[in-house]
């Protein structure tokens, strides 16, 4: 590639998914009406007082733990003072010199560098602020706050990320383990996940970093990658023809694809930060820190290399299923209803991740799915049957495997009476083919299961057609014969 | 079938008389008969009267209701009307208090003679031209004034006990955590208290009483189970009185003085132990306040934008900065502005380290002198509440630091987060004095048991020698 090594360092913010705000007891619903979550604390009333949601410090103590960063048992709730017209107390309460957690990583294949592992600076807790809206009133700004006071956990990652294809995989990676913890959502159509991002190039080998510029407003992982993209080749640009990178925040736009400086702010902010007198050091015990620990559900690594083992799954189908916590959830259930476990595989890689792509959930429960493998194993339905049965199910889900199989008249007939019956139609309807057939012809055995399956609209078993065939195929020779 | 005037009633009527008659002490921003007469209509139709009932309460302008403006005597307040109570306001009221006067105070409690209220000082009861002390001139004003029994006013430095010492009435200011602060209009956060003001400190210790125990709205409280109103002491024996030398400087007013001599002789004679001691840091007490105090009620005012409630003012360029610019430059006087810049330079990045750490160092050093002292066998502290009697008005305000050396024995306790008590100590030239009471934390019962044994015996009108 090129002598020029790029450096990137990710801020992300997470929504901890908690019922309530981070300092008061409003709902942090998504997508309510503006201003009908507000209360005198997260309006900042004169004389409110913030007190912290033990929830979102579970949460975010559980998120911590998952990325292996020591939780402190001390840790200080600060103000950062600023004046914007979304920020109801003219301060954000966040967490400085004392975060709660620090010193965790996440690791990663990545396509250039094999395996990759990211330091994780901190993780701390702290509100988010409220929402201005351009384009609510024409000429005019209104302020919905929401969203002030919905906690949030700021994950700071290393300078460890070496291209933007990374800088995606970690953000992939860490979604995954947060969403596995159930800490987050992570959803960034809903905002509950935001990523900043800082980016210098460097000449390779030099250890030194460069100036680093901070890109915002990316709205999709893959955007993130492009705006990086963009942003690394701006460097390059102006490094390469003699001038310098400015330290300056710029902004992705996503229909353009480039990114572009925020306004010159003539001075960098001082945000003033000092311990909040409102709030007590938040103080931990050990042995909670140790339950919670201990409390943590399976992370994503660890599930993906069991079901390896334990199912006997190959490592393609193990990664895909435990992409989402809850595609693994359901592939471990339809296992643990009966189900073989590669045949549960295929299934949850197929039909099961489509309709939960579109649908975000699980119509045709694990039971039930379980049961329609069982159908097909026992040789009632054809694979194919079974498929329009699960395309039924999952638009009524109240209704019995077998039973829609009956309905839609997909049960495979293995009867050899029956079987025989279909087998005489064909044979004696094809006298061509069959004379062929005795002339040595024998591939034409697929022709006549082919024919047989066509008669009896797919509901003849394939394996059951086969046996019959070669009988009559044989005893007609011998009749000839004789 | 007559009509029966019922207790709560008649003190609502009799109230309003006398706050008509006290209009021109300035002592009050908002109070109505009409509120007063609902208040003493809830209060009788109380199926158990509670400890307080009946009795009329006023309340410093910081410390929000829903019936009145809470304006913190400040323009940028004007009108404003909080849509919730403190919670100190329900606990009163379910015990019976009446709350329907908001009373007049140095603006966002900055000030120790309310000559920085935006909507006039308040005068002293017994001298006019002098001032009652600050910042919660109005409340002291309005007890000595004998217009209500006791009222509530909010400490982050002296606020109360200096007025009451200035005004000769009690005022007690608890520990810190003892009393939620939801609902009182924040100054300096690890500072604020609410206090009380008294005629006498049973009353005073009846008030807060109702008010203390731990708040789930507060995460400052104390878990501990509320204080109970204590049984005077018959006499001080076995107690063990400190007194320390750095509270009786040279220059110490002539009068104070000898108000002191007078204290110190009523607990020898009560059988209490006086014994001298030394609470070496407590020179830095006021330059630490100006410190810590400013630096957090820079944060706390900035949400005073003209964003979201108060008047705003669009500033010539129209823009949200000019908002800013106009609404704050006109809506805070000057010594709340003087005190957001000084906060905001302490906190600045550079300076940090040199103030604001340095002042919260200094700040745990005048809590280990006083723990100390505890810890070495003294129960109690006793010193003069200020160093003179009330001053006159326009004396100070030109002075910020003079002003600032009011609070000189006042605003150690509020940085240390101990309960202490002003109580009158007789009169020089006709002007109250104040003698103050320090306790350990949480000590507020043995304080105020000892500060009612004394009041028994002090003539608190009379003039000292």
């Given at each position: 590639m090129t002598k020029w090594e790029t450096v990137i360092g990710l801020e992300v913010h997470v929504q901890l998914r908690t019922r309530t705000k981070m300092f008061c007891a409003d709902q942090t619903t998504f997508g309510d009406p503006p201003n009908t979550n507000l209360c005198p604390v997260c309006l900042g009333l004169p004389g409110a007082l913030p007190v912290p949601n033990a929830e979102a410090i579970r949460l975010a103590t559980l998120g911590a733990l998952a990325l292996g960063c020591t939780v402190h048992e001390k840790s200080v709730f600060a103000r950062k003072n600023y004046f914007y017209p979304d920020l109801p107390k003219g301060y954000q309460i966040s967490q400085f010199d004392r975060p709660l957690a620090t010193g965790g990583s996440v690791s990663f294949d990545s396509s250039e560098r094999g395996r990759v592992r990211v330091g994780i600076t901190r993780l701390h807790v702290e509100e988010d602020a409220g929402k201005l809206v351009h384009d609510r009133f024409p000429g005019k700004t209104a302020v919905d706050l929401n969203r002030a006071g919905i906690p949030l956990a700021e994950i700071v990652s290393e300078p460890d990320l070496r291209s933007p294809i990374e800088a995606r995989a970690y953000l992939t990676t860490l979604r995954q383990?947060?969403?596995?913890?159930?800490?987050?959502?992570?959803?960034?159509?809903?905002?509950?996940?935001?990523?900043?991002?800082?980016?210098?190039?460097?000449?390779?080998?030099?250890s030194r970093l460069g100036t680093k510029t901070e890109v915002k407003n990316m709205n999709s992982f893959a955007n993130v990658e492009r705006a990086l993209e963009a942003e690394r080749a701006r460097q390059v640009a102006l490094v390469e023809t003699g001038q310098r990178v400015e330290q300056v925040t710029l902004l992705f736009n996503a229909v353009t694809g480039q990114v572009k400086p925020t306004r010159s702010k003539e001075e960098s902010h001082d945000y003033r930060y000092f311990p909040d007198p409102d709030l007590p050091p938040l103080v931990l015990s050990p042995t909670w820190i140790a339950e919670q620990r201990t409390g943590l559900p399976e992370l994503p690594d660890a599930k993906r290399a069991r079901l390896e083992t334990e199912y006997a799954l190959p490592v393609y189908d193990a990664r895909v299923i435990t992409s989402e916590a809850e595609l693994a959830q359901y592939f471990e259930a339809v296992v643990d209803a009966g189900a073989d476990p590669k045949i549960a595989a295929n299934w949850v890689m197929a039909d099961v991740m489509t309709t939960f792509n579109d649908r975000g959930n699980f119509p045709v429960s694990p039971v039930k799915l379980a049961g329609l493998i069982g159908l097909v194993r026992e040789g009632t339905l054809s694979l194919q049957a079974a498929k329009r049965v699960y395309a039924e199910l999952a638009q009524a889900p109240d209704q019995d495997p077998r039973a829609t199989a009956e309905r839609l008249g997909l049960i495979q007939v293995s009867d050899q009476g029956a079987l025989a019956g279909w087998v005489d139609e064909v044979l004696t309807a094809h006298p061509a083919e069959v004379a062929r057939y005795h002339a040595g012809e024998t591939k034409l055995l697929s022709f006549f299961v082919g024919q047989v399956m066509k008669r009896s609209k797919g509901k003849a078993d394939p394996k059951g057609v086969q046996p019959v065939l070669q009988e009559r195929l044989q005893r007609m020779v011998k009749s000839a014969a004789r | 079938m007559s009509t029966v005037v019922s207790g709560a009633a008649a003190v609502a009527t009799e109230t309003g008389k006398r706050l008509a008659a006290a209009e021109g002490l300035n002592a009050t921003l908002s109070w109505s008969q009409d509120l007063l007469d609902a208040e003493a209509t809830r209060v009788d139709s109380m199926a158990e009267p509670g400890p307080l009932a009946g009795m009329a309460l006023a309340l410093k302008d910081n410390i929000v209701t829903v019936e009145q403006p809470s304006t913190c005597a400040s323009r940028i307040l004007e009108g404003y009307v909080s849509p919730y109570n403190a919670t100190v306001v329900g606990r009163l009221r379910a015990a019976g208090a009446m709350i329907a006067v908001k009373a007049n105070m140095d603006e966002f409690a900055m000030g120790s003679s309310t000559e920085h209220s935006a909507f006039g000082r308040v005068k002293h009861p017994l001298a006019p031209d002098r001032v009652p002390g600050g910042s919660s001139g109005g409340s002291a004003a309005l007890v000595a004034a004998g217009v209500v029994p006791a009222a509530l006013g909010s400490e982050t430095g002296g606020s109360v006990r200096q007025p009451a010492s200035f005004c000769g009435v009690v005022g007690v200011k608890p520990s810190y955590g003892r009393v939620s602060r939801y609902g009182l209009v924040a100054f300096g956060s690890s500072l604020d208290c609410i206090s009380v003001f008294?005629?006498?400190?049973?009353?005073?210790?009846?008030?807060?009483?109702?008010?203390?125990?731990?708040?789930?709205?507060?995460?400052?409280?104390?878990?501990?189970?509320?204080?109970?109103?204590?049984?005077?002491?018959?006499?001080?024996?076995?107690?063990?009185?400190?007194?320390?030398?750095?509270?009786?400087?040279?220059?110490?007013?002539?009068?104070?003085?000898?108000?002191?001599?007078?204290?110190?002789?009523?607990?020898?004679?009560?059988?209490?132990?006086?014994?001298?001691?030394?609470?070496?840091?407590?020179?830095?007490?006021?330059?630490?306040?100006?410190?810590?105090?400013?630096?957090?009620?820079?944060?706390?005012?900035?949400?005073?934008?003209?964003?979201?409630?108060?008047?705003?003012?669009?500033?010539?360029?129209?823009?949200?900065?000019?908002?800013?610019?106009?609404?704050?430059?006109?809506?805070?006087?000057?010594?709340?502005?003087?005190?957001?810049?000084?906060?905001?330079?302490?906190l600045s990045a550079g300076y940090y380290d040199a103030y604001y750490k340095k002042a919260q160092q200094v700040r745990s050093l005048i809590a280990q002198d006083f723990r100390r002292a505890f810890e070495s066998g003294i129960d109690l502290l006793l010193t003069p509440t200020t160093p003179t009697p009330a001053f006159k008005a326009g004396e100070k305000t030109d002075d910020p630091v003079a002003m600032y050396l009011a609070d000189i024995f006042v605003c150690s306790v509020n940085l240390a987060g101990l309960p202490a008590v002003s109580i009158p100590a007789g009169r020089s030239e006709g002007l109250p004095i104040g003698a103050q009471l320090i306790a350990p934390a949480f000590e507020e019962e043995r304080l105020l048991a000892a500060a009612a044994a004394l009041e028994r015996v002090i003539p608190a009108a009379a003039e000292v020698r």
């Open positions: 383990i947060l969403v596995y913890a159930g800490v987050s959502d992570c959803s960034m159509e809903q905002g509950s996940l935001r990523v900043d991002a800082n980016i210098s190039i460097r000449l390779a080998g030099e | 008294g005629r006498t400190v049973k009353d005073a210790a009846q008030v807060l009483s109702v008010m203390s125990g731990s708040d789930p709205l507060d995460a400052t409280t104390v878990n501990r189970p509320p204080m109970r109103v204590p049984e005077p002491l018959q006499n001080l024996r076995g107690l063990t009185v400190g007194v320390p030398r750095e509270y009786f400087p040279p220059d110490l007013h002539a009068g104070v003085a000898a108000a002191l001599r007078a204290t110190i002789a009523r607990v020898r004679e009560l059988g209490g132990e006086i014994r001298e001691l030394s609470l070496p840091n407590s020179s830095y007490a006021v330059p630490t306040y100006y410190i810590i105090a400013p630096a957090e009620a820079a944060a706390n005012l900035a949400r005073y934008d003209g964003v979201r409630y108060g008047p705003r003012r669009i500033g010539p360029e129209g823009d949200i900065r000019s908002l800013y610019r106009a609404t704050r430059g006109q809506g805070f006087g000057q010594e709340v502005q003087r005190r957001i810049l000084i906060g905001t330079y302490v």
